[in-house]
């Protein structure tokens, strides 16, 4: 992509080009299973100290490509490289040194029976860093930092609320002191209240410790407030990627349109909108030809349904559209 | 004035291992044909109990009392459990908020849309049949009789919630409840189901309580607001009343707390609500917010009550609060 120009090789902390990730979906007893690309030719990069946001409905492949990265899923093809070397050279514990995840739902991410320390521990644990003693300050210092009070350091997470919980889930990724955290739907499960504490929190940490952070969400507001950078991702494929102040300014994906359309900023004075999308999420198995979007695309042509886009630079970024194609352009009138 | 649906001091308590929990500690409301209250909080304010209660589907081991409930100048707390089956489905709907759980996976959704319409009403299952599915296209439903014999599990989410709302459609009621009917829903769906319910509240004239967390969704839908926290209203009034001039300190807080696009920086500094909120076993001493609100002084340990700011605009607070800035809680 035309990124690749702006930023050197030092600079970018992850980096997928070409990346797919096809699983093989049973259709029953008798039948042959079919493929579903949950990722399909994803080129992405992801600087050193940026916030990446990840936005786009359920299915769209968001959470497939956070496995990705995290090496819990290998891609059926593509490279992802990781400060300028090829993931593959190493192992899952290399990778987690420098890649820590934060997810969703701090209920069920945090072991019930096991104590705060020993919560934050495990990972110290696993990859035998440093030595015994010296994990109880580590652990006090991982408290102070993402506030919570050193009293709770033996209770257990059921004795907490959810945005005591998503701080230890945080204080876990950070003890192992990672340059790049995937932040996995971080606030989703919370309330207003809580949410707006760990999203100043994650602010706060991305400065003091310069991190960088893949932010996927659902959320649109809470990704204009803290990303960067955007991608917008539709059916496995990012079809708009570009300044996240450029992207809520000006979308130019039909459907990175309809995305933002959709956001309710809480203001009475307007309505609900209207958003011009039709029809309903296809099934991935058996998607669309051509461009995946066309069915619901208000300026779909007959080249959407026969000819599959690709991206198209939009300096800073890319948009995977055939309306946004000067070639096409010219074909289609 | 005669409102539809009229509240007056409801209560629910349970008994639990530790004591009483008082998770409605006493709301009032009126609501008038074809207007939309939203009641909006945070989890555990008591917003889901308060719709289960207006329905009269409380567990049994919940005691619910009040003043008054009246709905359609009838009295609800006096019905016996026959004769709110009677109502319920009928007059009153409500819409839930995971539709997966909410249909039986075992019947068509032919079956589960006109067995309430058969029942309540005792018309043939053709004229049912034929209700349903204008209502399923009234919902943006394509091939709507087609879709009679599939299964819920055979529907995405929002073609579910979609079948959810034209059930409770059915027998035309005059009110309907709804517990966050989009919250599991995705964003561009969510605004679509919003605009569609929207809609057909105009054509139609129902009168909708729509209940949620969610406080972009209550810009843009309600008529009237209601804040609740703790088991009661804290604050109440316009939707411009509640969003442009919040009176009440908990209000203000959950304000602050939201990323507005195109007006909060990036990475400003959200507002927050520090704290939690109170165990309401054995009900609340003073103002129930007291434990979290920045202004807290010696009078808040007797509960405030709702009192007139003028114009309908009702706020529970001892502070008279217009000079709090929404500034005071960035550094809270």
Request: aromatic share 4%; net charge positive.
């Amino acid at each position: 992509m035309g990124d690749r120009m702006m930023a050197e090789p030092q600079d970018i902390a992850l980096e997928l080009s070409g990346v797919s990730k096809t699983y093989q979906i049973s259709q029953g007893l008798f039948a042959a299973s079919k493929p579903l690309r949950a990722l399909d030719n994803i080129s992405l990069q992801l600087r050193r100290g940026e916030v990446l946001g990840l936005v786009g409905e359920s299915g769209c492949g968001k959470s497939t490509l956070a496995k990705v990265l995290l090496g819990l899923e290998k891609p059926t093809r593509g490279d992802v490289r990781i400060f300028d070397q090829p993931f593959g050279s190493h192992d899952r514990k290399w990778i987690a040194r420098r890649i820590q995840p934060i997810f969703q739902d701090p209920y069920s991410s945090l072991n019930p029976r096991k104590s705060v320390r020993e919560i934050i521990t495990l990972p110290l644990r696993v990859h035998s860093v440093g030595k015994t003693s010296g994990w109880n300050d580590g652990v006090s210092r991982m408290l102070d930092l993402v506030g919570l009070p050193q009293r709770l350091i033996d209770a257990n997470p059921s004795q907490m609320s959810g945005g005591q919980r998503q701080r230890v889930a945080i204080a876990r990724a950070l003890i192992m002191r990672p340059e790049v955290v995937i932040c996995d739907e971080p606030t989703s499960a919370l309330d207003v209240s809580v949410q707006s504490q760990i999203l100043n929190l994650l602010m706060d940490l991305r400065d003091e410790l310069g991190l960088t952070y893949l932010f996927i969400s659902h959320n649109l507001a809470v990704v204009e407030h803290i990303a960067s950078r955007v991608a917008v991702m539709y059916l496995g494929r990012v079809v708009e990627q570009g300044p996240a102040a450029r992207i809520f300014e000006t979308p130019k994906h039909p459907y990175a349109v309809a995305l933002l359309d959709s956001i309710l900023t809480p203001d009475p004075s307007m309505d609900v909108p209207d958003v011009d999308l039709d029809g309903n999420f296809p099934n991935p198995v058996d998607p669309p030809s051509g461009c995946t979007f066309h069915p619901r695309c208000a300026s779909a042509t007959s080249l959407c349904s026969r000819l599959r886009p690709e991206p198209v630079q939009q300096a800073p970024g890319f948009v995977t559209c055939h309306l946004h194609d000067p070639n096409q352009q010219k074909d289609m009138a | 004035m005669n409102s539809l649906l009229s509240v007056r001091n409801l209560r629910v308590e349970i008994p639990v291992g530790a004591g009483l929990l008082k998770p409605v500690r006493g709301i009032s409301l009126d609501l008038n044909k074809g207007e939309t209250l939203c009641i909006v909080g945070e989890s555990g304010c008591g917003k889901s109990l308060t719709s289960l209660a207006l329905m009269g589907l409380l567990p049994k081991v919940a005691r619910c009392s009040g003043d008054r409930l009246s709905f359609g100048g009838q009295d609800l707390l006096g019905l016996t459990e026959r004769q709110m089956a009677r109502l319920r489905g009928r007059a009153i709907s409500m819409v839930f908020q995971e539709p997966m759980t909410s249909l039986n996976p075992a019947y068509t959704i032919g079956d589960q849309l006109i067995e309430g319409m058969i029942r309540h009403d005792g018309v043939s299952r053709a004229k049912a049949r034929d209700r349903a599915i204008f209502l399923l296209e009234k919902v943006g439903i394509t091939a709507a009789a087609s879709r009679l014999s599939q299964f819920p599990h055979q529907l995405s989410g929002g073609l579910r919630q979609r079948v959810m709302i034209a059930m409770s459609l059915m027998c035309g009621p005059d009110l309907i409840i709804a517990d966050e009917p989009t919250t599991a829903l995705d964003v561009t769906i969510q605004a679509k189901i919003l605009r569609m319910m929207k809609d057909l509240q105009a054509e139609l004239g129902m009168a909708m309580v729509f209940i949620t967390h969610d406080l972009g969704v209550v810009a843009r839908i309600a008529d009237r607001i209601a804040v609740m926290y703790a088991g009661i209203f804290v604050e109440t009034g316009t939707a411009r009343q509640i969003f442009d001039t919040p009176t009440h300190p908990y209000t203000k807080g959950l304000l602050s707390c939201l990323p507005v696009p195109g007006k909060t920086k990036l990475g400003a500094r959200l507002g927050a609500v520090p704290g939690v909120v109170p165990a309401l076993i054995g009900g609340v001493q003073g103002c129930g917010f007291a434990s979290r609100c920045p202004l807290r002084q010696a009078a808040c340990d007797i509960e405030p009550e709702l009192s007139e700011r003028g114009d309908g605009h009702s706020c529970r607070c001892v502070h008279d609060t217009p000079t709090l800035r929404k500034a005071e809680w960035a550094t809270a």
